[in-house]
Structures are given as structure tokens and as C-alpha cells.
Nanobody, 122 residues
Framework: QVQLVESGGGLVQPGGSLRLSCAAS????????MAWYRQAPGKERELVAT???????NYADSVKGRFAISRDNAKNTVWLQMNSLKPDDTAVYYC????????????????WGQGTQVTVSS
């Protein structure tokens, strides 16, 4: 079994910062691409940022220059540093990862965290 546990959400004023964390645990051989998604009320879930195992990053245009994704492979953890937050960033943020559970299997499995609420409001 694999679990992704997110933390760090909360209420912040416009222009403020938050740092989200996501720790993966369980039967994991190798974590591949890790990502953050978000879903605002009444909207579809959207990709925010991705990071490969080697550290290659990609961002949605809406967060470029404000958000930074990073990871620690030894700790199976990914972070999302969010700066200059705007009300439009209000959403539930979800951690997502692709992983292999065994050295003898090439099957890539995909997992989601439970989500953490980020609210940007004055």
C-alpha cells in the first residue's frame, strides 16, 4: 500500500506565501514524476507543476515566477513553495506521483493525495 500525505495548506492574505509538503510512504521502489494539481470550486482539476526524478520542472503559465516545486528523493517528499498568492489560487491542492513498487516490476502506478485546502483572502 502507498500513501501520499499532504500538509501546509491554510488561509493566507493576498501577496502572502505558503509551502505545501507531500510525503509518500509505503511499498515504494522508485518515485518517478511528482506533481501538484489544484481544483477550485466549480472548476476542473488542473495541473500546477511537475518535477521529474532528475529535477526537471514544468509549471502552468498561471503560476510561473510565483511557485516553485522541489523534491527530496531520499525522503520521498515533494514541496510546493507558493509566493505572491492571489485569490485565484484558492483551491484544494493535490499531490500526485508515478512510482514503481518493485525492482522486479516495470509497472508504473499513479497515486493521489487527499488534498489540502489553500484559501487566499483578505
Amino acid at each position: 500500500q502507498v500513501q501520499l500525505v499532504e500538509s501546509g495548506g491554510g488561509l493566507v492574505q493576498p501577496g502572502g506565501s505558503l509551502r505545501l509538503s507531500c510525503a509518500a510512504s509505503g511499498n515504494i521502489f522508485s518515485l518517478n514524476t511528482m506533481a501538484w494539481y489544484r481544483q477550485a470550486p466549480g472548476k476542473e482539476r488542473e495541473l500546477v507543476a511537475t518535477i521529474s526524478r532528475g529535477g526537471i520542472v514544468n509549471y502552468a503559465d498561471s503560476v510561473k515566477g510565483r511557485f516553485a516545486i522541489s523534491r527530496d528523493n531520499a525522503k520521498n517528499t515533494v514541496w510546493l513553495q507558493m509566493n505572491s498568492l492571489k485569490p485565484d489560487d484558492t483551491a484544494v491542492y493535490y499531490c500526485n506521483c508515478n512510482l514503481r513498487r518493485s525492482s522486479t516490476s516495470m509497472v508504473i502506478e499513479n497515486y493521489w493525495g487527499q488534498g489540502t485546502q489553500v484559501t487566499v483572502s483578505s
